[in-house]
């Protein structure tokens, strides 16, 4: 390999390692063939990354086991090797950070950090109920990214529902307009 080529490779393996991906899955280790429902050339088109320069989120839609968590990651593997800066949570994880980061009093530069990545997936979006104060710091996270930059967001419940978890309409409303504005939603099915 040349000089540029293995700096391609290594800048590829440096975002990846970024991303904090649990595990390493791409759309090339999905079997399409087993999910005939799912819209595979929409999804093979949104890897080329033009939502990302059209910040335009992403939605994963459909019960556990339907590959959500596997297809958002595949879509973020493929931004970090058109060298993205990527960053994988789930929902919980990124409330707790948020949380401990406002204790200590640091949490405008942890939100500033979120809003430097050109991709966020947020993984179990409203899979568990969540306090107001936890909701509203999910929200400044989805709402200063709307129109700037990329979300991918796996959920197992529609939307009329997640008013469960939500537990403030108001918060549950806004983060649903911010979320699905220009989405591009996918039915992972059940």
């Known amino acids: 390999m040349n000089s ?33 429902h799912l819209p595979a050339a929409q ?4 890897a080329e990354g033009g939502y990302l320069s059209r ?4 939605i994963f839609l459909g019960e556990t086991g339907t590959g959500k968590t596997h297809l958002a990651m ?9 060298r993205k800066r990527v ?8 409330v707790n950070e948020l949380t401990e980061a406002k204790n200590r ?9 979120w809003m430097r990545y050109e991709l966020i997936v ?24 709307t129109e700037r930059a990329a979300v991918i967001a796996t959920t197992n419940l529609p939307f009329s529902e997640w008013t469960t978890m939500f537990p403030n309409a108001r918060f549950y409303k806004a983060m649903l307009d911010r979320l699905t504005d220009q989405a591009h939603i996918i039915e992972t099915g059940n």
């Open 4 to 36: 540029l080529e293995d700096r391609h490779q290594h800048a590829v393996a440096r975002r990846i390692k970024d991303a904090h991906f649990p595990k390493v899955k791409t759309l090339e280790d999905f079997a399409f063939s087993d999910a005939p």
């Open 43 to 46: 999804i093979r088109n949104l």
């Open 55 to 58: 910040s335009e989120p992403v």
């Open 74 to 82: 595949g879509l973020a593997m493929a931004a970090c090797r058109q």
């Open 87 to 94: 960053r994988f949570t789930t929902a919980a994880q990124l």
């Open 105 to 113: 009093s640091e949490l405008n530069r942890v939100t500033n950090r």
């Open 122 to 145: 947020i993984d179990e979006l409203a899979y568990v109920a969540m306090p107001e104060a936890a909701a509203e710091l999910l929200f400044q996270i989805i709402a200063g990214r």
